[in-house]
């Protein structure tokens, strides 16, 4: 039997013993990732079985099709794109035993503590610190995160900070799994320019981190964050979507339902960006095969770049076409949405937010260097401050 | 629905490295520039190698008229390997497009297409795209920019919403200085009546093998940029100024990083379109309007990049960018345009344009 059908079969009979009518949401939930029907792509005993990542598809879709409910994977996109793939890279069995489970099931949200105000593009310059407490052998970390999405409905958190400030400063950073429960823990919602506040400063004070929740060695910090920015560039670039998905489908029916804004400069542009969205999506398509047995390597960056292009390229084309329309907005009221939404709202809405896919998770210019850089092996910057340990380096 | 697979099969890998030998062996760049100065002793040789050694000319015939039965899926990595080396050889116009165009009659000739021991053409301009009027030569007449008629001694001529085979004898064929001497036009005169009908409809056939053409063209145009983007990794990998390696310049490398984005955008939809032409699919129309709008111009891009970034080396005769240049541009114009695919896609798709 074909490793499809075997799945198939499986889904079927756990679909029989647990119907979806009648069980509880998360109860299902948790015998999904019991079966190994998670994500298959994990390993046995980790809501996976193993099996290549391109069956997942058709797994949600039999579990879609049955009625079954989800676990709202947008509602936890930084945990299950992100957190999850780089614990089960770098997890100890208990860390993987402790967090994977209720992280899929949805019942603990999780949100990156990566940027700060002086470290973005340079998230190598992070300046939170964590000091090993040698008497309770816990980490306390001090210092300030910012644009952190999510924060507010978030349970726990990746983290960086700095744990040695003698060695240079990509050697001296250590990643941690944080609990945004902790007193010490202080999340205010930082508004943007949507008018919505999606993401947030954190300030940590005295916030203590057993060592129990530190992933990866002491040190290994930038090596493990890496691996989670490889995944977070699939995420938000290599999303698979049917023809016409996302932003290009609003646009194409925005088209349709206006004839009278038709123009032959319009329709060009329409037209270029229909063709991008589709090249995108097939290569999107490609790239998980060549995923399907590997882990990402930095060739989801030029997804990436080409899916923010593309999302802004297409959201400006829309207000245009929607003329005096295009010159309204839904809603400037401060709220702070459950997850993030790229497509949702109105035209205005969609327009602003764009602009954030060529920053978030790595700008345009970043992942351009990266490209050139690691996959395409040309030189890299002249930089001064790779040997110098970071107690040294100008701030 | 599963995605069809766009990552190549090892029979296709064994293929395209059995074409890039015999490339790599029979023709390098300085073959190719000979060309243009009108040297075309090449062609025949190495179109009889790669024809009936590797059995190209027969790929996409089916096993029972003597061919090898391969699909459009094998098709699709010869001719990134052709593109990729900008050789001089018939496959696309006769291997492709004539004998798709006999598919559906299973004419005899094709048995003689298959074995290599005729070549063929269909007699429309290069530039014809799959939906565009053909030539009617009905009463006879003359059709201009016809690509593989130099190397053809078979014709395949639209007359009269059939398709009648002319021996090459008797015509008239004309070669044209053209952009791209690696695949030289010529203007093909017919006589009236000249030559026999192909059973069937013969005007169906040449849409389906125009169609089926420009596909592939996809994937030779995704050779072409690979070719021009390595080649430009490679040269500002190691030129120098200003003390250091040019390459290391941000502006370039955010440029190359751009070209390598799109040309492995151009390798997926080049993929599809050829897999979709392989599983007989409806989407094909859709699938090769996308195809040919984006690795037309792709080609195009990478061809233009590789030449500005050799700098004065790019305008050099002495280096091959040129020949990579004509190639592409010819190849953007070659059966349709990108921007007469993309008024044929929003029909398609149904994204008019105009007021209503
Ligand atoms: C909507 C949104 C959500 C976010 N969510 C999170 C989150 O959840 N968690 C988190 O940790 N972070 C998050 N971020 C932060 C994001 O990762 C950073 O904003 C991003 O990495 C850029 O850093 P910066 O803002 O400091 O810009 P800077 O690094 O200051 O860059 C300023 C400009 O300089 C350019 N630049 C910088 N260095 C170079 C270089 N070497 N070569 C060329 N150009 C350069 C940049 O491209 C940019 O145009 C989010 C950001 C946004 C917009």
């Not at chain 1, 679909?15 to 948790?30: C, G, I, K, Q, W």
């Not at chain 1, 802004?312 to 709220?335: I, K």
């Not at chain 1, 060529?358 to 700008?363: F, L, N, R, V, Y």
């Not at chain 2, 070209?259 to 939809?269: D, H, S, V």
Request: proline share 5%.
């Amino acid at each position: 039997m074909s490793a499809r059908d075997d799945l198939a079969r499986r889904v079927v009979e756990f679909l029989a013993e647990h119907d979806p009518d009648t069980t509880d949401r998360v109860e299902f939930l948790r015998a999904r990732y019991d079966a190994g029907l998670a994500w298959v792509a994990f390993p046995e005993g980790h809501g996976g079985l193993g099996l290549s990542r391109s069956l997942q598809a058709e797994v949600d879709r039999l579990f879609a099709e049955a009625g079954a409910p989800d676990n709202n994977p947008r509602a936890n996109g930084i945990g299950l794109g992100m957190a999850a793939p780089t614990i089960l890279a770098f997890g100890t069995e208990e860390q993987k035993e402790r967090f994977l489970k209720p992280l899929w099931t949805g019942e603990e949200i999780w949100c990156q503590l990566f940027s700060e105000p002086g470290a973005g593009s340079d998230l190598a310059a992070l300046a939170t610190r964590a000091v090993r407490d040698e008497a309770s052998g816990e980490w306390v970390v001090n210092g300030q995160k910012v644009w952190t999405s999510g924060a507010q409905n978030a349970r726990f958190a990746i983290l960086v900070a700095r744990t040695d400030v003698d060695v240079p400063k990509h050697r001296g950073m250590t990643y941690f799994l944080a609990d945004m429960t902790d007193p010490g823990v202080d999340v205010r919602p930082l508004r943007q320019v949507t008018g919505e506040a999606e993401f947030n400063e954190v300030f940590l004070s005295d916030v203590r981190i057993p060592d129990t929740q530190r992933l990866g060695d002491e040190g290994q910090g930038w090596q493990v964050a890496n691996f989670t920015l490889n995944n977070e560039r699939v995420a938000i670039g290599g999303r698979a979507l049917p023809r016409e998905g996302g932003m290009v489908g609003i646009v194409s029916q925005t088209w349709r339902d206006r004839p009278e804004a038709r123009t032959p400069e319009l329709h060009d542009r329409l037209l270029r960006s229909w063709v991008e969205a589709e090249v995108a999506r097939l290569t999107g398509v490609r790239l998980r095969q060549k995923l399907a047995q590997g882990v990402p390597g930095p060739e989801g960056a030029a997804m990436k770049l080409s899916f923010a292009r593309l999302n802004q390229q297409l959201s400006g084309l829309e207000l245009e076409l929607l003329g005096e329309d295009g010159l309204r907005y839904s809603d400037w009221t401060m709220v702070r949405p459950e997850h993030v939404d790229f497509t949702g709202r109105d035209a205005g809405y969609r327009y602003l937010r764009a602009k954030g896919n060529s920053i978030e998770g790595g700008t345009s210019e970043i992942l351009r260097n990266i490209v050139a850089e690691r996959v395409l092996g040309l030189p890299a910057e002249a930089r001064g401050d790779k040997d110098v340990p970071f107690k040294e380096l100008p701030r | 629905m599963t995605d069809l697979d766009l990552l190549p099969t090892d029979i296709e890998e064994d293929l395209r490295a059995s074409v890039r030998g015999v490339l790599d062996r029979r023709c390098g760049p300085d073959t190719v520039a000979a060309m243009y100065d009108g040297d075309r002793a090449v062609v025949e040789p190495l179109w009889r190698a790669m024809a009936v050694e590797l059995g190209l000319a027969g790929l996409l015939v089916p096993e029972s008229l003597g061919g090898s039965g391969a699909t459009a899926r094998e098709a699709a990595a010869v001719m990134e390997e052709l593109g990729r080396a900008c050789a001089p050889v018939p496959f696309l116009t006769s291997a492709v497009i004539a004998t798709t165009s006999l598919l559906p009659s299973g004419d005899e000739l094709l048995g003689a297409l298959a074995a290599g021991e005729r070549t063929g053409a269909l007699v429309v301009p290069f530039s014809t795209a799959p939906d565009a009027p053909l030539p009617d030569l009905a009463e006879g007449g003359t059709v201009r920019s016809v690509a593989g008629a130099l190397e053809a001694d078979v014709l395949l001529v639209p007359a009269g919403g059939t398709l009648r085979v002319v021996d090459a004898t008797e015509a008239g064929v004309e070669p044209v200085v053209s952009l791209d001497m690696s695949r030289q036009l010529a203007d093909v005169t017919v006589p009236a009546g000249a030559g026999r009908a192909v059973e069937g409809d013969g005007e169906a056939a040449a849409r389906a093998a125009l169609l089926a053409g420009a596909a592939l063209l996809a994937s030779e145009q995704h050779g072409v940029a690979s070719w021009c983007l390595r080649e430009t990794i490679g040269y500002v990998g190691q030129r120098r100024q200003f003390g250091r390696v040019v390459g290391g310049f941000q502006a370039l490398k955010h440029r190359l990083a751009d070209l390598f984005a799109e040309t492995e955008q151009a390798a997926a939809t080049a993929a599809y379109a050829a897999a979709v032409l392989a599983a007989e699919d409806a989407d094909l129309p859709i699938a090769t309007a996308v195809a040919q709008s984006w690795c037309s111009e792709v080609a195009v891009h990478a061809a233009e990049e590789a030449l500005q970034l050799h700098g004065g080396v790019g305008m050099t005769w002495e280096y091959p960018v040129h020949l990579y240049l004509k190639r592409a541009k010819a190849d953007q114009i070659a059966l349709g345009t990108p921007g007469a695919h993309r008024a044929r896609l929003a029909t398609l798709v149904d994204l008019p344009g105009g007021t209503a």
